[in-house]
């Protein structure tokens, strides 16, 4: 016969005790001062961007006729049917600004949330903000002319503040 061990008699052994700890990602991080004034800079930046489209809007007739003038003088050598396609789209183009002012409204609220990646999007829009300020000169009324510029100053501030260092440690501890 085989020896064998003598069976034990008593309780059995402790389980052994595991530890879960939380993810990094998901560990609360206190959201920096600078992330919020970001967000709520390019909230408001697009809101401006919103509300120079609209009183674009609100003056069709005299957006066109501004634009038709600066392209007859500057192109007069071209066709009818051309100059008349560039009005059409530099109004258009300027109009569809309001667009670029509610992305940026959708990609501040994002940035808030922690999502890091905004930020190359959110330049982006500034960018096109810029390249619409500069269609706008000459053409548009003055009042949706600051509410661009005020607009792009509140992008570039915002743009700043969200690539700070405490704001790159915040948005690389959620990842």
């Not at 052994?13 to 939380?22: I, K, L, Q, T």
């Not at 982006?124 to 903000?129: C, F, G, I, N, T």
């Not at 949706?144 to 792009?152: E, F, N, S, V, Y």
């Amino acid at each position: 016969m085989r020896d064998t061990p003598p069976r034990q008699v008593g309780p059995p052994p402790a389980r052994p005790r595991f530890e879960f700890r939380e993810r990094p990602s998901a560990v609360t991080v206190h959201r920096p001062t600078i992330v919020v004034a970001s967000s709520v800079l390019w909230l408001a930046a697009g809101a401006l961007g919103a509300v120079a489209a609209l009183v674009m809007l609100l003056d069709l007739q005299a957006l066109e006729a501004a634009v038709r003038t600066v392209v007859d003088r500057d192109f007069p050598a071209e066709q009818p049917a051309t100059r008349d396609r560039a009005v059409a789209l530099t109004s258009a183009v300027l109009v569809a600004g309001g667009a670029v002012g509610l992305a940026q409204v959708g990609a501040g609220l994002r940035l808030r949330a922690g999502r890091g990646a905004v930020r190359y999007l959110l330049v982006l829009l500034l960018v096109a903000a810029v390249v619409e300020i500069v269609l706008a000169v000459g053409v548009v009324d003055p009042v949706a002319r600051l509410a661009l510029l005020l607009g792009a100053a509140c992008g570039a501030v915002a743009a700043v503040l969200m690539y700070l260092p405490d704001a790159n440690r915040w948005f690389a501890s959620r990842r």
